[in-house]
């Protein structure tokens, strides 16, 4: 299939019902209490708020005690889901290209104590609009973007983090599956254009890349504006004594002086931030030491040289200062045209937290009180296979919109009000999950007598990959130096 047809591909409803079939044979457990659950989470009215309130939907034939039974006990064949996941029809940008973004969103759980494996996960915008670090289950999620402004993504895969995980290795791998699944499954052909892999700020950018450079993929990410780089190594005079520079004259964000004159320069006129100015310097790289991430690296350190990319808008949306965002990307040499279309690609990152806020406020992800993070990550694969049947059904539902809300064709509506039409479409895709036998519900502990096996405490884990202990980073603190090195 070529990069146009790909494009171009329309799924039809049977894509939806080959998914659903794929999806019930990947539950290797209680798989008919499983496949409805998931479909109550889709046809509940309004957002799931709790658990057990999902048993009280037509959708969920089984009482609340299978449900209970399936989340605690079920299974889940979570390769052949990827698998699956990676052959669905993808969004793609005007030229083909497939466009992944990566983030960590956290599921919180402060006051579990009996909860092992949590980690303290870094929130914003809680109480004061303060940095927290606040106990939970912080989860890395891969997802497809799609080329324009839109509150949609393909998710493709979760990864729960464990406490003193590396995050840039982990990243890495799990692109790298993504990737490689992708190829298989003939998302990607040589010849195609590069798969572009969107990072924010909180990741090594340049180390990343490095882990995936024998992948056919480009890594563009945000940094810090008081990163320092370094400019290639000068040529070698002839006829000089001594060891070859490795590194040029340094780049610092936050001095014009040491920037010189870009190699790429664009001004665009935008509705929300009025004219943006983007200004490129090509191969530029940071200094490694072998200190944490490079402590084991056999061999010299590499030079990851890239383009780095400042932007400036005039206005934001809503308001407030408008500060430069520095972006790098793995590539170099690139054109003017390129450079508009990477901090444009950049932008669409931020669709991922529409995702986030649907997973946790109307599908209720973070809902359910679990104390096993094996069931948690059962219930977070089954948010992510209720939320590609709700972008494949997109295009089949009608559009039930309240009496206030405005008219929006088909490719326009959000994940919400696709969600209100999945109930009515349901009956005309597959349903394989079988109708529930009679039972009795078992005898439970007798009444008027106490619990003695009481549930075990966890301490919330907080070290590093190399087994020390999380100290605050220096550039963290207000009034530090700029960082020179990784």
């Given at each position: 299939m070529s990069v146009l047809q790909k494009a171009c591909h329309v799924e039809p409803l049977d894509v939806l019902s080959r998914f659903r079939l794929g999806f019930y044979q990947c539950l290797t457990a209680r798989a008919d209490a499983l496949f409805e659950l998931a479909?109550?989470?889709?046809?509940?009215?309004?957002?799931?708020?709790?658990?057990?309130?999902?048993?009280?939907?037509?959708?969920?034939?089984?009482?609340?005690?299978?449900?209970?039974?399936?989340?605690?006990?079920?299974?889940?064949?979570?390769?052949?889901?990827?698998?699956?996941?990676?052959?669905?029809?993808?969004?793609?940008?005007?030229?083909?290209?497939?466009?992944?973004?990566?983030?960590?969103?956290?599921?919180?759980?402060?006051?579990?104590?009996?909860?092992?494996?949590?980690?303290?996960?870094?929130?914003?915008?809680?109480?004061?609009?303060?940095?927290?670090?606040?106990?939970?289950?912080?989860?890395?999620?891969?997802?497809?973007?799609?080329?324009?402004?839109?509150?949609?993504?393909?998710?493709?895969?979760?990864?729960?983090?464990?406490?003193?995980?590396?995050?840039?290795?982990?990243?890495?791998?799990?692109?790298?599956?993504?990737?490689?699944?992708?190829?298989?499954?003939?998302?990607?052909?040589p010849g195609d254009p590069p798969i572009w892999i969107v990072l924010d700020a909180g990741y090594d950018v340049p180390r990343i890349a490095f882990l995936l450079g024998d992948l056919p993929v480009q890594v563009l990410g945000r940094m810090r504006s008081d990163r320092v780089l370094c400019r290639p190594a000068p040529t070698r005079v002839p006829g000089a004594t001594g060891r070859p520079p490795k590194h040029g004259g340094e780049f610092v964000f936050g001095d014009p002086a040491t920037w010189d004159e870009p190699d790429a320069a664009t001004t665009t006129d935008t509705e929300r931030y009025g004219a943006v100015h983007a200004q490129a310097w090509?191969?530029?790289?940071?200094?490694?030491?072998?200190?944490?991430?490079?402590?084991?690296?056999?061999?010299?350190?590499?030079?990851?040289?890239?383009?780095?990319?400042?932007?400036?808008?005039?206005?934001?949306?809503?308001?407030?200062?408008?500060?430069?965002?520095?972006?790098?990307?793995?590539?170099?040499?690139?054109?003017?045209?390129?450079?508009?279309?990477?901090?444009?690609?950049?932008?669409?990152?931020?669709?991922?937290?529409?995702?986030?806020?649907?997973?946790?406020?109307?599908?209720?992800?973070?809902?359910?009180?679990?104390?096993?993070?094996?069931?948690?990550?059962?219930?977070?694969?089954?948010?992510?296979?209720?939320?590609?049947?709700?972008?494949?059904?997109?295009?089949?539902?009608?559009?039930?919109?309240?009496?206030?809300?405005?008219?929006?064709?088909?490719?326009r509506l959000t994940p919400a009000r696709v969600r209100r039409g999945v109930r009515h479409l349901r009956p005309k895709t597959a349903m394989p999950a079988s109708a529930p036998k009679l039972s009795h519900p078992g005898p439970g502990r007798p009444c008027g007598s106490k619990n003695k096996h009481l549930a075990q405490r966890h301490d919330v884990g907080r070290v590093l990959a190399t087994g020390e202990a999380y100290q605050r980073p220096s550039h963290h603190k207000k009034g530090t130096k700029p960082r020179r090195k990784s």
């Open positions: 479909d109550a989470v889709l046809c509940a009215d309004g957002p799931v708020k709790t658990l057990v309130g999902l048993s009280l939907a037509a959708e969920h034939r089984r009482g609340h005690g299978a449900l209970y039974d399936g989340v605690n006990h079920g299974r889940l064949d979570v390769a052949r889901l990827r698998v699956t996941l990676a052959g669905l029809p993808l969004p793609r940008c005007a030229d083909g290209r497939l466009v992944l973004a990566v983030d960590v969103t956290p599921w919180l759980r402060p006051d579990a104590a009996t909860c092992p494996d949590r980690s303290f996960c870094h929130t914003y915008g809680r109480g004061k609009g303060e940095h927290q670090m606040i106990p939970g289950w912080p989860y890395s999620i891969v997802a497809g973007l799609e080329p324009g402004r839109s509150s949609w993504t393909a998710m493709l895969d979760a990864q729960r983090l464990a406490p003193g995980a590396d995050v840039a290795a982990v990243t890495a791998a799990q692109v790298r599956g993504v990737v490689q699944r992708l190829i298989e499954a003939g998302q990607w052909d090509d191969r530029l790289h940071p200094t490694l030491t072998r200190r944490a991430a490079w402590r084991e690296h056999t061999g010299a350190l590499p030079v990851i040289e890239g383009t780095v990319i400042r932007l400036q808008v005039d206005r934001l949306p809503h308001g407030g200062e408008a500060k430069p965002l520095w972006l790098w990307h793995s590539g170099t040499a690139i054109t003017p045209a390129e450079v508009d279309r990477l901090w444009q690609t950049f932008l669409r990152r931020f669709d991922l937290e529409h995702t986030f806020r649907f997973l946790k406020q109307t599908l209720g992800w973070t809902a359910p009180k679990l104390r096993d993070p094996g069931a948690a990550d059962l219930w977070t694969w089954l948010i992510v296979a209720a939320h590609n049947q709700l972008r494949l059904a997109r295009q089949h539902v009608a559009d039930l919109r309240r009496p206030w809300e405005k008219p929006l064709p088909a490719n």
